[in-house]
């Protein structure tokens, strides 16, 4: 078997070729580190480092590996920012996704595994399950389902057979701690081993449900093994929704560190989001007690933040629109 997997040097993306490399794939990643780091993957996968826009490249690779399978995870997952960078957000989430379909399309591929997000949903009813009908409220949102229709549209055109994962809110080793826009547990972690006060945009009363990183990638991982996950979306992650607040006192205390919390103003966000994993637990088999909780989950983390120790917030360069922009990011 032999599979490509995007955005491998980032997060989730490490993690799913990891348990990839377990499950005897030979494993290509692609990634144009500019948000991961090298040293994040698996010394037995092929890396090229190169962009999913990047569609010469993409032709080439496809013609010369003859993949089996795409896990596609590459993307700029900042919801909130997405606002103030359409364009590159489009192009890059979206356009390059289309890139990859196309030539999955044109190489049969057996299966195109996508990581989507809640963020399709929007403020919609709680908990968010798969039959509701997405209304996004940003732009990463909208790339996202803009993603899942066009898959839908491929299989339905040319028979090409994908899988969709809405993850939420994961965290774990290998995330960017360094990332000031997205990852609030690891922008926590950050700030607390810097001494410097927790940010909150508004009053932290906005509650998620936060997915330890084994919630996650094996599922996404095996998925091309599960026949009736085929043509089908699915919500993986937490079922314990928290406060932000909550989740600012659990971190603290788990690194044994305490610090002001700096409350900004509000942005523009879904205040509470968390799903229903009913169907993935009915599909993939999972147990409720294979769930790692919140505190446990963060103190795993954190061993490993520590470890690595605290990581610059170098900032977006390429704000495409400045009118309502928080102060925060224009530090």
Same mark, same amino acid.
């Given at each position: 078997?032999?599979?490509?997997?995007?955005?491998? %040097?980032? $997060? +989730?993306?490490?993690? !799913? &070729?990891?348990?990839?490399?377990?499950?005897?794939?030979?494993?290509?990643?692609?990634? @144009?580190?500019?948000?991961?780091?090298?040293?994040?993957?698996?010394?037995? %996968?092929? $890396? +090229?480092?190169?962009? !999913? &826009?990047?569609?010469?490249?993409?032709?080439?690779?496809?013609?010369?590996?003859?993949? @089996?399978?795409?896990?596609?995870?590459?993307?700029?997952?900042?919801?909130?920012?997405?606002?103030?960078?359409?364009?590159?957000?489009?192009?890059?989430?979206?356009?390059?996704?289309?890139?990859?379909?196309?030539?999955?399309?044109?190489?049969?591929?057996?299966?195109?595994?996508?990581?989507?997000?809640?963020?399709?949903?929007?403020?919609?009813?709680?908990?968010?399950?798969?039959?509701?009908?997405?209304?996004?409220?940003?732009?990463?949102?909208?790339?996202?389902?803009?993603?899942?229709?066009?898959?839908?549209?491929?299989?339905?055109?040319?028979?090409?057979?994908?899988?969709?994962?809405?993850?939420?809110?994961?965290?774990?080793?290998?995330?960017?701690?360094?990332?000031?826009?997205?990852?609030?547990?690891?922008?926590?972690?950050?700030?607390?081993?810097?001494?410097?006060?927790?940010?909150?945009?508004?009053?932290?009363?906005?509650?998620?449900?936060?997915?330890?990183?084994?919630?996650?990638?094996?599922?996404?991982?095996?998925?091309?093994?599960?026949?009736?996950?085929?043509?089908?979306?699915?919500?993986?992650?937490?079922?314990?929704?928290?406060?932000?607040?909550?989740?600012?006192?659990?971190?603290?205390?788990?690194?044994?560190?305490?610090?002001?919390?700096?409350?900004?103003?509000?942005?523009?966000?879904?205040?509470?989001?968390?799903?229903?994993?009913?169907?993935?637990?009915?599909?993939?088999?999972?147990?409720?007690?294979?769930?790692?909780?919140?505190?446990?989950?963060?103190?795993?983390?954190?061993?490993?933040?520590?470890?690595?120790?605290?990581?610059?917030?170098?900032?977006?360069?390429?704000?495409?629109?400045?009118?309502?922009?928080?102060?925060?990011?224009?530090?």
């Amino acid at each position: 078997m032999k599979s490509l997997v995007t955005g491998a %040097a980032g $997060f +989730i993306g490490a993690h !799913v &070729t990891n348990e990839l490399i377990k499950l005897g794939h030979s494993v290509v990643v692609l990634d @144009d580190l500019s948000g991961g780091f090298e040293d994040n993957i698996d010394s037995k %996968a092929i $890396f +090229i480092k190169g962009s !999913v &826009t990047d569609y010469e490249l993409l032709k080439e690779l496809f013609e010369q590996h003859r993949f @089996d399978y795409v896990y596609h995870l590459a993307a700029y997952a900042a919801e909130g920012l997405s606002h103030f960078i359409r364009k590159f957000n489009y192009e890059n989430n979206l356009i390059g996704s289309i890139n990859l379909i196309n030539e999955s399309i044109k190489h049969k591929i057996k299966c195109f595994v996508f990581t989507s997000s809640i963020a399709v949903y929007g403020a919609g009813q709680l908990p968010m399950a798969e039959d509701t009908v997405p209304q996004p409220e940003d732009p990463y949102g909208v790339s996202k389902y803009a993603v899942e229709l066009d898959l839908r549209a491929a299989h339905e055109m040319f028979g090409l057979n994908y899988i969709v994962f809405r993850p939420h809110n994961v965290y774990g080793e290998y995330q960017n701690v360094g990332d000031r826009y997205r990852n609030v547990i690891g922008i926590f972690m950050n700030q607390l081993m810097q001494g410097n006060p927790l940010t909150i945009f508004g009053d932290g009363t906005q509650t998620r449900a936060f997915s330890y990183i084994s919630d996650v990638a094996p599922h996404i991982a095996k998925s091309v093994d599960i026949p009736a996950a085929y043509n089908q979306v699915f919500n993986i992650g937490g079922d314990k929704e928290y406060s932000v607040n909550e989740l600012a006192k659990t971190v603290m205390k788990v690194l044994k560190k305490e610090q002001p919390i700096r409350y900004l103003t509000a942005r523009n966000e879904v205040l509470h989001a968390y799903s229903d994993h009913t169907k993935a637990k009915r599909i993939f088999g999972i147990k409720d007690s294979d769930f790692v909780d919140l505190e446990t989950g963060i103190a795993k983390m954190a061993a490993w933040a520590l470890e690595v120790g605290p990581r610059k917030t170098p900032r977006f360069n390429n704000i495409e629109i400045y009118e309502k922009l928080p102060a925060v990011w224009a530090e």
